[in-house]
């Protein structure tokens, strides 16, 4: 059994806000999202594609183009505020506090390099090691991987290598430096269905063993609830339900998370029958409503959802919705919060 996850958050994520400069209208990817992860705690976004998963992923890297976006807020990652560092800082701070697992590692690996060059390259930017001592690390983390043949792998080049390996190559990569936060955005999209559950699994028991925290970003909830301890839901830019993984699951209380479980098959699913679907499509987040961003598509929104915006409603200590009808989605077992 892991030991308990310190109470102290590692990473503290206050009102952030990113908004793209580039087109004809300002984009406010990021809303104000608020999100703490403590040590040794895997934090899964999920949401649809366009919710802002990945963006806030990458803010905590600082790997938005400065001249078109505008961030805002406070990202606080082991004490030190990412969005006041100095370029060469920044530099320090990539790969060896914060590492990233990006979606697509061919795309991720420099192609005219091998993935053993890579590795060693990270290695001695961020440790005082010889290239022999940085090959030999590199040669550790792919046997830690479990890649096959790991001495030849190590002289290969990322198009040499399938899906799956390089996807384990990506993760050794992003462990080489020893960081204390692993963000991982989507890893297990490209993959086929065996593949992925292997990652996964390693993920789990790399994260356990390094004891990191962890924010995983995916749209598949099976996924997060594979790896995750809590989950955040996003939606238009804002964390719209956030709380352990189980509470989450099986008693959730925003429409929109309801919606997403809804939509997904399931054992209690007949055969046969179609599934849920969420109706609509999501805002424009170059024009968002002035109310609930999720009103035009919920079947409990009132008039009141579309006027004004809803504040965090804390459901239990560690579970709460941002929503202003929680007492249509309570289940009938759960006892109100307010006659407890």
């Given at each position: 059994?892991?030991?308990?996850?310190?109470?102290?958050?590692?990473?503290?994520?206050?009102?952030?806000?990113?908004?793209?400069?580039?087109?004809?209208?300002?984009?406010?990817?990021?809303?104000?999202?608020?999100?703490?992860?403590?040590?040794?705690?895997?934090?899964?976004?999920?949401?649809?594609?366009?919710?802002?998963?990945?963006?806030?992923?990458?803010?905590?890297?600082?790997?938005?183009?400065?001249?078109?976006?505008?961030?805002?807020?406070?990202?606080?990652?082991?004490?030190?505020?990412?969005?006041?560092?100095?370029?060469?800082?920044?530099?320090?701070?990539?790969?060896?506090?914060?590492?990233?697992?990006?979606?697509?590692?061919?795309?991720?690996?420099?192609?005219?390099?091998?993935?053993?060059?890579?590795?060693?390259?990270?290695?001695?930017?961020?440790?005082?090691?010889?290239?022999?001592?940085?090959?030999?690390?590199?040669?550790?983390?792919?046997?830690?991987?479990?890649?096959?043949?790991?001495?030849?792998?190590?002289?290969?080049?990322?198009?040499?290598?399938?899906?799956?390996?390089?996807?384990?190559?990506?993760?050794?990569?992003?462990?080489?430096?020893?960081?204390?936060?692993?963000?991982?955005?989507?890893?297990?999209?490209?993959?086929?269905?065996?593949?992925?559950?292997?990652?996964?699994?390693?993920?789990?028991?790399?994260?356990?063993?390094?004891?990191?925290?962890?924010?995983?970003?995916?749209?598949?909830?099976?996924?997060?609830?594979?790896?995750?301890?809590?989950?955040?839901?996003?939606?238009?830019?804002?964390?719209?339900?956030?709380?352990?993984?189980?509470?989450?699951?099986?008693?959730?209380?925003?429409?929109?998370?309801?919606?997403?479980?809804?939509?997904?098959?399931?054992?209690?699913?007949?055969?046969?029958?179609?599934?849920?679907?969420?109706?609509?499509?999501?805002?424009?987040?170059?024009?968002?409503?002035?109310?609930?961003?999720?009103?035009?598509?919920?079947?409990?929104?009132?008039?009141?959802?579309?006027?004004?915006?809803?504040?965090?409603?804390?459901?239990?200590p560690d579970h709460g919705a941002r929503c202003l009808r929680t007492d249509a989605?309570?289940?009938?077992?759960?006892?109100?919060?307010?006659?407890?």
């Amino acid at each position: 059994m892991t030991a308990a996850p310190n109470s102290d958050p590692f990473v503290d994520i206050r009102n952030l806000t990113v908004t793209f400069t580039g087109g004809r209208k300002p984009v406010k990817a990021v809303g104000g999202v608020d999100l703490q992860v403590r040590r040794g705690e895997v934090v899964a976004l999920i949401g649809e594609s366009g919710s802002g998963k990945s963006v806030t992923l990458r803010s905590l890297l600082r790997l938005h183009p400065p001249r078109r976006t505008q961030m805002g807020g406070q990202l606080m990652v082991g004490g030190t505020d990412v969005l006041k560092l100095s370029p060469s800082a920044l530099a320090d701070y990539r790969g060896k506090i914060a590492s990233m697992i990006f979606q697509e590692p061919l795309l991720a690996l420099d192609p005219v390099y091998t993935v053993g060059a890579q590795i060693a390259e990270s290695i001695r930017r961020h440790e005082p090691v010889s290239a022999a001592e940085a090959r030999q690390r590199a040669l550790q983390l792919f046997e830690r991987v479990r890649i096959p043949s790991p001495e030849r792998r190590l002289d290969a080049y990322p198009h040499e290598m399938s899906g799956g390996m390089r996807q384990r190559a990506m993760i050794a990569l992003a462990l080489a430096c020893r960081p204390q936060l692993l963000l991982a955005d989507e890893p297990t999209t490209a993959l086929d269905a065996t593949v992925q559950i292997q990652i996964l699994l390693l993920l789990r028991e790399l994260q356990r063993e390094m004891g990191l925290a962890v924010i995983f970003v995916t749209h598949d909830i099976g996924a997060a609830i594979e790896v995750a301890d809590r989950i955040a839901v996003m939606y238009a830019g804002r964390i719209v339900e956030e709380g352990p993984a189980r509470t989450l699951i099986r008693e959730p209380r925003h429409p929109y998370t309801m919606a997403l479980l809804q939509s997904r098959a399931h054992g209690a699913l007949a055969k046969g029958a179609r599934l849920e679907t969420i109706g609509g499509a999501p805002p424009d987040l170059s024009a968002l409503p002035p109310g609930c961003a999720f009103a035009d598509r919920c079947k409990l929104a009132a008039d009141a959802c579309r006027q004004t915006q809803p504040e965090l409603v804390r459901l239990t200590p560690d579970h709460g919705a941002r929503c202003l009808r929680t007492d249509a989605t309570a289940p009938a077992t759960v006892v109100p919060i307010a006659a407890a």
